[in-house]
């Protein structure tokens, strides 16, 4: 296991298309968190996962936003109908449930998403 | 309302000197707060966390202080390199599973 993969790295697309972003965590971490990061900005945080069930969404999560983890395993981020707002970092985080490891290790962060809307 | 507050202005220091970034925060009870590093393009890597009833730790080169009195955490880099350099970022969590991130600090280390 090689830490939290995401895809694709950039993403370039037009105001008004879908677009879906994917994030495999560390396989035996089962919450995953989205969050988006603009420039000179700190992450926010979108939603959060623990195993399937999705917990906690951010009143930042319009209903453009959706985001889903079939299984517990990976999850999908799709923004429909972009808009030039959205362009930003988007950011997956794994972490277990147990805290005494979430004390040592905190978060363990993918390198992201780039979606830029023109 | 809550509020996270990193230096906003890049930190210049000479190499092998103590780079100290300061994170202030109102209106939050954390449980405890961690440190993260991020580089340009990158995702943030955990660095450190300390919990409320810690008033330091130390791990290779750094140094996390909290006061929640002062409602402050203080991060130390001693005898820092040009590799320090980076975007450092403070995160408070309030023990369920909502992370808060501040804005993030510059840090140049010059050779």
């Known amino acids: 296991d090689t830490g939290v993969s995401q895809n694709p790295r950039h993403k370039i697309t037009k105001r008004g298309q879908n677009v879906t972003f994917r994030c495999d965590p560390i396989?035996?971490?089962?919450?995953l968190y989205w969050y988006r990061q603009t420039l000179g900005q700190g992450p926010e945080f979108l939603t959060y996962?623990?195993?399937?069930?999705?917990?906690?969404k951010s009143r930042l999560l319009s209903d453009r936003f959706s985001a889903e983890r079939p299984k517990g395993s990976f999850s999908t981020l799709e923004i429909q109908r972009t808009e030039q707002g959205d362009s930003a970092m988007y950011l997956c985080?794994?972490?277990?449930?147990?805290?005494?490891?979430?004390?040592?290790?905190?978060?363990?962060f993918g390198s992201g998403t780039r979606l830029t809307v023109v | 309302s809550q509020k996270i507050e990193q230096n906003s202005e890049a930190l210049n220091i000479q190499e092998g000197k103590t780079a100290t970034l300061t994170c202030n925060y109102t209106?939050?009870?954390?449980?405890?707060l961690q440190w993260y590093r991020q580089d340009p393009g990158r995702g943030p890597v955990f660095l450190l966390l300390?919990?409320?009833?810690?008033k330091e730790k130390r791990k290779e080169r750094l140094k996390v202080t909290f006061d929640t009195t002062l409602k402050q955490s203080l991060f130390h880099i001693t005898a820092s390199q040009p590799a320090d350099s980076a975007t450092y970022l403070c995160?408070?969590?309030?023990?369920?599973?909502?992370?808060?991130f501040g804005a993030g600090t510059r840090l140049f280390v010059k050779a």
């Open positions: 985080a794994s972490s277990p449930e147990e805290r005494t490891h979430r004390a040592n290790y905190g978060y363990t």
């Open positions: 396989s035996e971490h089962n919450r």
């Open positions: 996962f623990q195993n399937e069930a999705q917990l906690e």
């Open positions: 209106n939050y009870s954390p449980a405890y």
């Open positions: 300390i919990r409320e009833n810690e």
């Open positions: 995160a408070l969590d309030t023990g369920g599973f909502k992370t808060i």
